[in-house]
């Protein structure tokens, strides 16, 4: 079953900012420290490739930008690394990631000051676990699929909430998607996962705004491999 989502602005409220600063998607938020993607390996599209990363070696931690048109199919080849967020810059070519399960801290972003000239689709093709709350978010002018499994850390399921806050498009795919919520305040989520539990959808359009059309419903959201236990839809989306 893929179930739509769609729903208009509403801003951020602060209190929900702790990891979500980079939602605004104007350039990657500032971590100790950032690799960028160029590709520049004469032999292959591993992450532990230095030469892939401008010739440092990648250090878990990082916060991951992926940029340029070279070696766009990343592989994760490194086992128990954690990274700082995912960021796709605004002129890069369509990359798919793929490889090893990370653990990201940071938000994923196709990100940018400059909407791309044509329609693009960024990829993450896999696994990710999150340990707190987590934006997702596209630009206008792109597409960006999460095609892994998402899971919290162990432990940190409650906080485990993920955010959609632009216009662009965003497709969760995976085999799995386990949170503790997902807020939909602008533009539009795909539910493509095969199994999905939640505690919470959140959809909360702008206030004064016309609704759209939600092709969604509780027992869309309540099948055999679909929880969700509290479907709040706004004080401003009407009744389905």
Same mark, same amino acid.
């Given at each position: 079953?893929?179930?739509?989502?769609?729903s208009?602005?509403q801003?951020?409220?602060?209190?929900l900012?702790?990891?979500?600063?980079?939602?605004?998607?104007?350039s990657?938020?500032v971590?100790?420290?950032?690799?960028?993607?160029?590709?520049g390996?004469?032999?292959?599209?591993?992450?532990?490739?230095?030469?892939?990363?401008?010739g440092?070696?990648?250090?878990?931690?990082?916060?991951?930008?992926?940029?340029?048109?070279?070696?766009?199919?990343?592989?994760?080849?490194?086992?128990?690394?954690?990274?700082?967020?995912?960021?796709?810059?605004?002129a890069a070519?369509?990359f798919?990631? !793929?490889?090893?399960?990370?653990?990201?801290?940071?938000?994923? +972003?196709?990100?940018? &000051?400059? %909407? *791309?000239? /044509?329609?693009? $689709?960024?990829?993450?093709?896999?696994?990710?676990?999150?340990?707190?709350?987590?934006?997702?978010?596209?630009?206008s002018?792109?597409?960006?699929?999460?095609s892994g499994?998402i899971?919290?850390?162990?432990?940190?399921?409650?906080s485990?909430?993920?955010?959609k806050?632009?216009?662009?498009h965003?497709v969760?795919?995976?085999?799995?998607?386990?949170?503790?919520?997902?807020?939909?305040?602008? !533009?539009?989520?795909?539910?493509?996962?095969?199994?999905?539990? +939640?505690?919470?959808? &959140?959809? %909360? *359009?702008? /206030?004064?705004? $016309?609704?759209?059309?939600?092709?969604?419903?509780q027992?869309?959201?309540?099948?055999?491999?679909?929880?969700?236990t509290?479907?709040s839809?706004?004080?401003?989306?009407g009744a389905?």
């Amino acid at each position: 079953m893929k179930t739509q989502v769609r729903s208009i602005f509403q801003p951020l409220q602060r209190s929900l900012l702790p990891l979500c600063a980079g939602a605004l998607l104007a350039s990657p938020p500032v971590f100790a420290a950032t690799s960028t993607w160029n590709g520049g390996s004469a032999t292959g599209n591993d992450f532990s490739d230095s030469a892939n990363w401008g010739g440092t070696a990648l250090t878990s931690g990082n916060s991951l930008v992926f940029a340029g048109l070279t070696r766009l199919t990343p592989n994760n080849d490194l086992t128990g690394l954690t990274i700082g967020g995912i960021y796709f810059d605004p002129a890069a070519g369509a990359f798919t990631l !793929g490889g090893n399960a990370i653990t990201n801290t940071g938000n994923i +972003l196709f990100y940018g &000051n400059n %909407n *791309p000239s /044509t329609l693009i $689709t960024q990829t993450v093709n896999l696994d990710l676990v999150i340990s707190n709350s987590c934006s997702i978010n596209s630009q206008s002018n792109g597409t960006l699929v999460v095609s892994g499994t998402i899971s919290p850390y162990p432990g940190t399921y409650s906080s485990s909430a993920i955010f959609k806050d632009n216009p662009g498009h965003v497709v969760l795919s995976g085999p799995a998607l386990n949170v503790s919520a997902v807020n939909v305040r602008q !533009g539009y989520i795909d539910f493509g996962a095969n199994n999905f539990y +939640l505690n919470q959808l &959140n959809l %909360n *359009p702008a /206030t004064g705004m $016309t609704p759209p059309t939600q092709p969604i419903s509780q027992a869309d959201l309540k099948g055999s491999t679909q929880t969700v236990t509290n479907l709040s839809l706004g004080a401003n989306l009407g009744a389905l």
